[in-house]
């Protein structure tokens, strides 16, 4: 069997297998050969892409604001204060900019006049092949929130940007994948 990966590092798959699938998720295990030339197994998880969108807003002053949302993860058993992502396992013919558009909406009823593609994350690249897109989302009109049967547990808060940085700083944002676009677009000077 030929290694599926372009650039596969060295590494060639000598069998693989679908383990278990969803309609969100498929777990495949590679049985591998490692450039030492040592067997070993890989346990991948296999997602479709996703977006996260930071809303930024302007207050009554013209300070800037970040919508957040905060949602119960089942996996963890806790609630997280997150920005807004998602994925349509439905819609896989969907751009990321119109799965970001959409979501955004879905999940805090904001619309943006303009949405900037900053950057892609992968989420748990040592186990995943999950990539993100990174959208920065301003001018931003209010209206009612569209969300999911499986969404109906999220409320919508929005912050300063002072806050949201006192959230992290007091690591009460743990969501990795909200502190990496928040990290991105701060260093792209964006916020």
Known sequence: MTNPVPDAGGYLVLSTRIAYENPWTRVREDIIRRPNGKDGLY???????FVVILPLGRDKDGKPTIT???????PIGQRLWEL???MWESRPDATPAEVAAGELREETGLSAGAMH?????YQGA??????????LATDLTQGATQL???EQDITCHTFSLEKVED???????????TLAAFGLLKAQKLI
């Open 167 to 177: 959230m992290i700083r007091k690591n009460e944002i743990t969501c990795m994948v």
């Open 68 to 74: 957040l949302i905060n949602q119960y993860r089942y």
């Open 43 to 49: 346990g991948v998880v296999e997602r479709g892409q």
């Open 84 to 86: 807004p992502m998602g």
């Open 126 to 135: 040592g186990y995943s092949t999950q990539k993100g897109h990174v959208y």
């Open 148 to 150: 999911e049967e499986t």
């Open 117 to 121: 593609h900053a950057g892609i994350v």
